[in-house]
């Protein structure tokens, strides 16, 4: 049994301790917006914050992120009012199938957090999920919204 700290809720989770993040956040607390997408790190679908960085929750044992704050996509609101990156995905309309958007709604949280005005090059530099409808214009034009805001 492992104690995590969940979206400001401590948890526990009956896994082996070297079972991915990501399966206890999905399969043992039942926070389903992080996405399963590779399983080795490269798409970022699973993308959540460890004590405010991004990591790909699909490679970061259960062992690992015990004694941290995870932050799902869940939990980057606070309460009804959505975080600044949510509401340009809104206003851009950035998802079409959706199904990675929540993983690089957390990678563009992290970013927009260590570098509040990023470049083109940072934004190319910072954010490697990858999005198979090729919603990256919208992606480069939410992130240069929601860091105006």
């Not at 809720?9 to 399963?36: C, F, H, M």
Request: net charge negative; charged share 15%.
């Amino acid at each position: 049994m492992e104690r995590l700290t969940i979206n400001g809720k401590s948890v526990e989770v009956d896994v082996d301790p070297n079972t991915p993040l990501l399966w206890a956040i999905r399969e043992q607390v039942g926070l389903t917006g992080t996405k399963y997408g590779c399983g080795i790190a490269q798409c970022g679908a699973c993308t959540v914050h460890i004590d405010g960085k991004a990591v790909r929750s699909c490679v970061v044992p259960v062992a690992g992120a015990v004694g941290t704050q995870i932050t799902t996509i869940e939990g980057l609101a606070a309460g009804a009012t959505l975080h600044k990156v949510q509401k340009a995905w809104v206003d851009f309309e950035v998802p079409q199938c959706g199904y990675c958007q929540s993983g690089m709604i957390m990678a563009v949280a992290a970013l927009l957090e260590a570098t509040p005005k990023p470049t083109d090059a940072d934004i190319d530099s910072g954010i490697t999920n990858i999005c198979r409808c090729g919603t990256f214009q919208e992606v480069r034009q939410a992130i240069h919204a929601a860091a105006k805001a």
